[in-house]
C-alpha cells in the first residue's frame, strides 16, 4: 500500500472556525491532491499540489487555500469553515501521468 | 474542459453474474488516460482498470474488462462472476498527461453503487 496518510480522521467544528487537514506521504511523490466526496457529485477537485510551493485550483477551491513546504507535506486550510464544507475530503498522491493515484482513507468534517 | 459522465447511479447484478457499468467523456484531447476506480464501504478509493487512449486493445484485469470505443468517447466496466465483494461505489476517471507543470488532473464522474446480490 502507497505510503498516505491523512488527520485527523474525523473533526466537527464550528461554523466561523478555521480548520487544517494535513496529508502526508512517504512515497516521495510529485504530485498531491485535495478531493471532496459529497452525494451525488462525485469527487471533485479542490487544489492540487505539483512540487514544493507549487500549487494551483481546482474545481472547487473557493473558501479553501493549501500548502506545501515540504514534498511530503499537503495541508488543506478553511480559514472560516461554513456548513456547505461539510464533506469527506481525500488526499491523493501521483508519480505523475499515466501513474495511478494513490488515496488516502479521507477525512470526515462536520461543519455544526 | 472535461467532463465525465455516468449515467446509471445505481445497479445491482446477481452473484456469479454480468454487468456493465457505463461511462462517456467529453473532451478535445487525443491523448489521454481513463480509469475506474472502485470505493468499498470501507470508503477506500482502489484502482480497478486503465486505459491508454491511444491503445486499441481493451484493458482487462481478471474479472474486470473495458469496452474502450474512442470515436464514441465510452469506456464501459464490465465485471465477469460478479461477487459479493464487488458491491462498492465505482467511479469513471479521465486524465489528460499535459507535460505542463499544474496541467495533471484527474477528473470523476459521479459514480454507479453496485450491489451484488447473493
Known amino acids: 500500500d502507497a505510503g498516505i496518510t491523512q488527520s485527523p480522521r474525523h473533526k466537527v467544528t464550528e461554523t466561523g472556525t478555521p480548520v487544517t487537514l494535513r496529508c502526508h506521504q512517504t512515497?516521495?511523490?510529485?504530485?498531491m491532491y485535495w478531493y471532496r466526496q459529497d452525494p451525488g457529485h462525485g469527487l471533485r477537485l479542490i487544489h492540487y499540489s505539483y512540487g514544493v510551493k507549487d500549487t494551483d485550483k481546482g474545481e472547487v477551491s473557493d473558501g479553501y487555500s493549501v500548502s506545501r513546504s515540504k514534498t511530503e507535506d499537503f495541508l488543506l486550510t478553511l480559514e472560516s469553515a461554513t456548513s456547505s464544507q461539510t464533506s469527506v475530503y481525500f488526499c491523493?498522491?501521483?508519480?505523475?501521468?499515466?501513474?495511478?493515484?494513490?488515496f488516502g482513507e479521507g477525512s470526515r468534517l462536520t461543519v455544526l | 474542459a472535461q467532463t465525465v459522465t455516468q449515467s446509471q447511479p445505481e445497479m445491482s447484478v446477481q452473484e456469479a453474474e454480468t454487468v456493465t457499468l457505463s461511462c462517456t467523456y467529453d473532451?478535445?484531447?487525443?491523448?489521454?488516460?481513463l480509469f475506474w476506480y472502485k470505493q468499498p464501504p470501507s470508503r477506500q478509493m482502489i484502482l480497478v482498470i486503465r486505459q491508454e487512449a491511444y491503445k486499441q486493445q481493451n484493458a482487462t484485469e481478471n474479472r474486470f474488462s473495458v469496452n474502450f470505443q474512442k470515436a464514441a468517447k465510452s469506456f464501459s466496466l464490465k465485471i465477469s462472476d460478479s461477487q459479493l465483494g464487488d458491491t462498492a461505489m465505482y467511479f469513471c476517471a479521465f486524465m489528460t498527461p499535459y507535460s505542463g507543470a499544474g496541467s495533471y488532473q484527474l477528473t470523476f464522474g459521479k459514480g454507479t453503487k453496485l450491489s451484488v446480490i447473493p
Open positions: 473532451t478535445s484531447e487525443n491523448n489521454y488516460y
Open positions: 491523493a498522491i501521483s508519480g505523475g501521468p499515466p501513474g495511478e493515484l494513490f
Open positions: 512515497e516521495n511523490h510529485r504530485y
